[in-house]
Structure formats: structure tokens, C-alpha cells
């Protein structure tokens, strides 16, 4: 028996049924209630779209209320302990898990589509020393537009797929290049004996001329975390990404709207607001005042909390094990048993057990990355290099959707009525 939803409207007395299909109801569909000859029929009012569903969607699915995410069906926890980032994103991209052959062609792939135009290397030139390196990403993704016009050949299948190669391969590249601006260094070429996570690093932390091997503990815990941050459904920047490529715009311009999107403190600059929060706490011992003082509403506890999740989000227990092993290699990083006695303290406090506030994937990760030797400005560029592989494939789902039409909300509108203009001699 079809479901549906019945509606009677006060206004004029009638009463409709209403089609439900997976808990959904069709917002075209209210259309139909009119309260007479003039209405164009009933709109929803939803800020921040919290509770519309604008796509479908086969890539991740979450479950907020049991901290369940799964990309393809694949429980979160196993790709991070079993898997890598690039089958992660290859699982993403292609809706399978790669056999053998699959991966060993995908990676040789990417390693061939990793070098972007040596002209490139005239933008990192022009950026003043102390540009932010997530304002150089968004300038590098829309210049790289302009080197790749077939980019815009958007329903050719090779053409895609080209440049899903050439933006998930060269993302590393270029996040490298936008840390080495505030070095004073240029651009830095990929090595050729080393895999996307290890190369990452060499380019970053290699020094010109000497050979470079990443600890394997620190490539392992860094390839963990671009798995836990590939796809995060419709995030902010995973709208950006669908919203301007609904236009037909290049894969390269919408990349460098959702870099834009993840750029913003809510999104990517969670984990450093975090690490601001312990640095400005200082001591373990005035971690219980700084309780009393978020009870109060004087401060925020950063890093708790989520926007979907109501429950432990399931990357930040994954997270947590990855700081073991990480701080085994570097050692524990000073700002560790704060964190840990905000947490101790916050999961047995009914102020924020009622409120069903549990750390978050950004609690622990900016800790990691710190003590890894990366700076607060690179947080959300690693965010972004991983994420690329979730924006390819909510773009490349988005293209293929018969439903997809270029992004077009309505509004309700408040403004003045009609009125007649006032020449300038008369107001």
C-alpha cells in the first residue's frame, strides 16, 4: 500500500494526499495547495536547508542519531583500519571496492596525471609570503581551468574522467605549493618513487637534493585521516561543489568553490579553533573551570558537538587510536592531557550528556596534525586534499542524475511593495 501524507488546509477547507517515498515528500508537490486563483502555491521555509533533502544520493550514508557512517555501504571504521586513501576514494568514485589489478591501474594513473603545467608555478611566484595557503588553493583549482579548456567537455565520459585524475592527483601537489609559499619556497615536484600520502610529505617536509622517507607511522596515520575526511555527505562543501557544477561549470571551478566553502571557521578551521581553545586553557588544572565557564554560556567547548551527528561521531574514536600511534613517534604533544580531561570530564557531565554533545573528528585531529610539524594555517588544506575525492563524486553523481537542474532556491520575500521611483531633486 503507497504511503501517503494528509493534508487538510485550514485556509480554504480542502484536503490533499500527499505521495511519501523513503520518508520523503516531493516540496513540488505542495505546490498544489493554493489558498486561491492567485497563489502560485504553498512553499517550505528551511534556513540552511537542515531539513531538505536537495539530492539522491548512493555515495555516503550517515545516521546521526547512532554515529553510523558508511561510504558505499562500507562501515567508516573499516576503510580507516583496513583500507587506504586512494581504494577510499576509488571506492567513492567508482561505487566498488578496486580488486588488485584495479588499484594497481588507478594508482599508476594518478602518479601519471600528478604534475600540473609548469606555467602554474608563475601563480605561487605572485602571492605575498604570509597568503593564506587555502587562498592559494582556491586561486591554483581556478587557474587550472584555464590550462585545462577540455575540462569543460563535462558529459564526455573519457573528458571526466581525465580530470577527476588530474584534480584528485595534483591536489597534493598544489597543497604543498601553498604551504611552501610562506616559506619563501617555490613549488616542489613530486618524487617519483613515493605513494600519494609519502610524496605529500616529502614535498612538504623533504629538503631540496637529499633523498626523503616519511616515518611509516606518520604516512600510515596521515593516509587514516584523508580516509576519515574523503566524504562527509551534503556538507557545505559538497553542496558548493554540486550547486556550481548544476550550472555545467568546469569540475576545476567548482573545486574552487568548495575550497572556498571548506575555507570558512564552521567547516575546515574547526580543528585549529580547537587548538586555540587547549592552548588558551594552558593547564590541566583549569580545565574544570573552563566547564563551569561554557555551562555558562561565557565560552564554547570546540571540537564537541556536530551538526548531524547526536551521538560519538565514529571517525573521532578512530581518530583518538591514530594519536597514540602518531605521539608514539613524536612524542605526546603538550596540549594531549587537556584535551583528554575536556573530554573525561564533558562525557560524565549531564549539562552535556542532555545535550548529546560527544567529541567531534576535530577534536583530536588538529593535536595530530601539530605534532606531525604542520602549521594551523595547513589544517583545512588537509581537509581539502582528502575531500576532493568526496566533491568527484558527489559532482560526477550530480551529472548523471536525471533530476539535476541548475540550483535555484526560492525565497520568501519581505521587502517593500510596489512602489513608484522618486527622481533625485525630491527625496
Known amino acids: 500500500m503507497a504511503e501517503t501524507l494528509h493534508i487538510k488546509d485550514t485556509r480554504t477547507g480542502r484536503t490533499y494526499d500527499l505521495p511519501v517515498r523513503n520518508g520523503v515528500v516531493r516540496a513540488a508537490d505542495l505546490r498544489k495547495i493554493r489558498a486561491g486563483d492567485g497563489d502560485a502555491g504553498l512553499l517550505t521555509y528551511d534556513p540552511a536547508l537542515g531539513n531538505t533533502a536537495a539530492v ?4 555516503t550514508f550517515i545516521d546521526g542519531d547512532r554515529g553510523v557512517l558508511r561510504h558505499r555501504g562500507y ?3 573499516q576503510l580507516a583500519e583496513q583500507s587506504s586513501f586512494l581504494e577510499t576514494a576509488f571506492l567513492l568514485l567508482h561505487g566498488e571496492l578496486p580488486t588488485a589489478s584495479e588499484l594497481e591501474a588507478w594508482t599508476r594513473d594518478l602518479h601519471a596525471h600528478r604534475l600540473p603545467p609548469e606555467r602554474l608555478d608563475r601563480l ?12 592559494v588553493m582556491i586561486s591554483a583549482w581556478g587557474a587550472l581551468s584555464t590550462y585545462y579548456p577540455d575540462a569543460r567537455n563535462i558529459f564526455d565520459e573519457a573528458s571526466r574522467r581525465q580530470q577527476i585524475l588530474r584534480i584528485l592527483a595534483q591536489a597534493p601537489v598544489l597543497a604543498a605549493a601553498a604551504s611552501r609559499v610562506r616559506r619563501g619556497l617555490g613549488p616542489a615536484r613530486p618524487p617519483d618513487d613515493l605513494g600519494f600520502v609519502g610524496g605529500f610529505l616529502a614535498m612538504l617536509f623533504g629538503d631540496e637534493g637529499s633523498p626523503y622517507r616519511p616515518d611509516p607511522v606518520l604516512e600510515r596515520a596521515l593516509d587514516v585521516l584523508f580516509v576519515l575526511h574523503a566524504d562527509h555527505e551534503q556538507n557545505c ?7 556550481v557544477g548544476s550550472s555545467h561549470a568546469d569540475p576545476f571551478s567548482a573545486c574552487a568553490a568548495a575550497t572556498a566553502a571548506l575555507f570558512g571557521p564552521l567547516h575546515g578551521g574547526a580543528n585549529e579553533a580547537v587548538l586555540k581553545m587547549l592552548t588558551e586553557i594552558g593547564d590541566v588544572g583549569h580545565v574544570p573551570a573552563f566547564i563551569e565557564r ?6 564554547r567547548l570546540m571540537g564537541f558537538g556536530h551538526r548531524v551527528y547526536k551521538s560519538y ?34 562525557l560524565q557531565d549531564d549539562y552535556f550528556i542532555s545535550r548529546r554533545l560527544y567529541p567531534n573528528v576535530d577534536f583530536y585531529s588538529g593535536l595530530i596534525y601539530q605534532a606531525m610539524g604542520f602549521t594551523s594555517e595547513m589544517f583545512p588544506v588537509l581537509f581539502g586534499v582528502a575531500r576532493t575525492s568526496g566533491w568527484l563524486a558527489q559532482w560526477d553523481e550530480m551529472l548523471r542524475d536525471p533530476d539535476t537542474r541548475i540550483v535555484r532556491p ?7 511593495a510596489a512602489r513608484d521611483y522618486v527622481p533625485l531633486d525630491r527625496r
Open 124 to 135: 605561487f611566484d605572485g602571492f605575498s609570503p604570509d597568503a593564506h595557503p587555502m587562498g
Open 410 to 416: 526560492r525565497q520568501v520575500y519581505e521587502g517593500p
Open 75 to 77: 562501515p567508516i571504521e
Open 237 to 243: 562543501s559538497a553542496f558548493a561543489m554540486r550547486a
Open 294 to 299: 561554557v555551562k555558562g554560556g561565557d565560552t
Open 313 to 346: 561521531d565514529p571517525r573521532a574514536a578512530i581518530i583518538k587510536r591514530t594519536a597514540d600511534a602518531v605521539f608514539g613517534v613524536t612524542g605526546k604533544n603538550p596540549l594531549l592531557e587537556i584535551a583528554m580531561e575536556l573530554e573525561r570530564i564533558a
Open 56 to 59: 539522491r544520493s548512493r555515495i
